[in-house]
Every structure is written in C-alpha cells, then in structure tokens.
C-alpha cells in the first residue's frame, strides 16, 4: 500500500504536521516514523517549556509570524486536552545601563510583532521578581509554561485514535524512486509513499541528503545545559525570568525557568556539541569532529565567535562561572543552591558561507518538504508550523 504522506521525525514538529494533514483530509493515509522507541526524544522532550510570545524576532520574519499565534494556539491545544499550561508572563531585565538600548530595541519588535509588552522601573521589577536584580526591564504577560513532552504524547494519542500509522523505533536509513513513488528504507523495511516531510531535526541536514537534495545549510548541534534549584531555593523566582540577549547571537543567554512542576531551572548555555546527539562532553562522534575542523562554514563561524564560545565552554566546566552569569540576574543564587539537570542539544542551521540561519528553513519539491532549521520558538510555535506544512503539500496537489 501507497501512502499519502510519510513524516520522518516524531518530535513536536512533525506530530503537529501529521495532526493538521488529519484535520485537514481524514482520509489520509499518513505514517510517522522515528528512530526513538517514545515520541519527542530529542529537542521536543529536551528544553524549556516556555510558551515564547514574539517578542524577539525581526518583524515579519517566520519566527515572528508563528511565535505569536502559535502560543495562543498551544495554549487552546493544552487548555483543551488537559495539558498542564500557565500563562505566567515573563520578564527580560537589563542589569546595567549600557543594555538599555538593546531593551528598548526589543521593546519596538515586540510591539510591531503586536506583542502586549510595557517597561517596568526597578520598583516595578522588585514587585514582580522581589529576588531579581536589574535597572530596568521588559513585563511580557503572555508568555507562559507547559511540557512540550506532554503535548507531543497527546498528539501521538489522537493520531493514533485517527488511524494514523505511528511507527516508534524506526529509523530512515536510505530512499529510492519508484515511478512516482518514494520508498522509504528503513531498518523495519520498506514504506512506500507518494510525499513525505523531514522533521528530523538534528538530522534534518542528513536526511536531506539521503532524500538527494543538497541542503543550504548544515545542523550544528548546541547543548543547553541546565541546572535545577534545590527545592528550598525555588521560590527566589516566580515565574519567567530572561536578560538581555545578545543580538549576533541566535540563543537567549542563561534565564530562569520555573517550570510547569515548579522547579526553578537555571540555563541553558551554549556550547557547541561533539555529536549530533551530544547530551554531555564524553559523548564524541568521530564523524562529526572530523566535520567541525573541515567544514568551511563552521571554520568562519569560529573565528567569528570564538570569544563567546570559549565563554561558553569555560562556563559549562566551571560550576562558579555559570553561578556567576546567573546571579547578575539573582544575586541570592549559592553554589549548593545549584544541582546538574539534564541537558537539551539545539539543531542550528549554519549556511556555507558560517552565518547561523536566525529564521526557520523550509525546502520543498515535488514529493519532500525539509524543516531544516526549527530551533526556538519552534515547539511554542509548533501547531501552526503543522499547519503551514499541511498547506504547502495541499498547494502541490
Ligand atoms: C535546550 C533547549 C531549550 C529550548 N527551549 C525552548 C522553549 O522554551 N520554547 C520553545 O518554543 N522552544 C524551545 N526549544 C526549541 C524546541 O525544543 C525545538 O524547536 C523543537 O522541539 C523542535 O522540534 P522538532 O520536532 O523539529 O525536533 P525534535 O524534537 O528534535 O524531533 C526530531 C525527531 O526526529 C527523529 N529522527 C532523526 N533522524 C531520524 C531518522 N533518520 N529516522 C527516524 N527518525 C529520525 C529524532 O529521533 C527526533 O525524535 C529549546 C530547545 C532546546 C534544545
């Protein structure tokens, strides 16, 4: 049998697409592969939780389009299924005077992303964040929490009572043409397709590739790493609490998540990761070492941020350092308050040339979409990511 639409990848990106082909056409015939035994294994089931709000992309950018009514469409989808979601507000908190241009700037994008955004003075701040320290600072109040894992079961959940062919523990190890149908091999056989979507997010360059497309831009893997308070120290921060990011580089920089459980991680950093799947520093792919010093790109990319990669990499050894970014946001954070969590690893599209692809990349021909670069805010943003998929391979019908 033929299907409709195959989808490589079952993190949150690619169970929204197969949710909204579903909405869109019942009958679909629609099978969703990954190579992890449970959905959402990777990025999906590895980062913050924050229902982001639009406040940070240049207007009319991707990002800036999906961020906003896709956190108000998450918050339906958790509100409706019973997710557990809070729509907490959050705050971004310049700590010193020279970062107040950069708060303003956002302020702007904020607002011409019609983002509800207003400034807080330093009274207005302590009210808040009593604990968090700043000269002044942005209130966003629709940005929230929930568990994107639990999103992603619950789309597994209905696609399964929809008849979706879900298929865990499979991964895409090659394709072929046949006629006008591709064949999908993988390491549980065949599946014949006439479309199929890449949403393999770390992958998604390597996918590409066994598709027979030259993708324009390869993943660099980052880890994020996080550390969790102990649960006395939790309270020092109540709901969302971010700086100022740095604008030539595409992450946010160390905040203050307190999570749907109300524990309070602090993180992620940045550092470049040693494989694909690079969850900690002894985890080293021989290939992808050898891709880090040969790559063109990844050498000007280098030389271009070497400095705040090795501040990256000496803040990931060093507990101190790390302790010492995020008490300029919350000075009242000790050393014993601070216990390793487990670390998320970042797909980042980088193009040839070493420039770090800020906005999401889509590719499609004729039988395959790519989600080439689906980084933060792209769980937030997920279901409407689904949507515009599902209209892409309408269009080509
Ligand atoms: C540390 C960190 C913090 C973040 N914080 C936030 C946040 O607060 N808010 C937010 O909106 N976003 C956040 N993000 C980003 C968000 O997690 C991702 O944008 C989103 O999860 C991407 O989903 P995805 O489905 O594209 O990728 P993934 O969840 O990585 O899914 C890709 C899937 O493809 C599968 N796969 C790969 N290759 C194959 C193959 N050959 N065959 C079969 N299957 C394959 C993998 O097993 C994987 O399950 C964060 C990310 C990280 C890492």
Known sequence: MTNDVAIIGGGIVGLATAHALIEQQPDRRITVLDKERHWGAHQTGHNSGVIHSGLYYPPGSAKARFARAGGEAMYRFCTDHGIPVRRTGKVVVATSIDQLPRLAELQRRGTANGVQVSELDQIGLREREPHVRGVRALHVPDAGITDFAAVSEKLAELLAERGVDLRPATELLGVRRDGSDLVL???????????????????????????????PARVLPFRGEYYETTSFSRDLVNSLVYPVPDPAFPFLGVHLTRMIDGSLHVGPNAVPALSREGYRWGAISPSHLQRLVTDPGLRVLAKKYWRTGATEIARSA??????????????????HHLLRAEAGVRAQAVTPDGTLVDDFLVVEDENWVHVLNAPSPAATASLLIGKDIAARLRSRE
């Open 318 to 335: 060093l507990k101190p350092l790390f302790l010492r970014a995020a008490r300029t946001l919350l000075p009242d954070l000790r050393g």
């Open 185 to 215: 091999l993988t390491d549980r056989g065949e599946i014949r397709t006439r479309r199929a979507v890449n949403c393999a997010g770390l992958h998604s360059d390597a996918v590409a590739e066994l598709a027979g497309t030259t993708p």
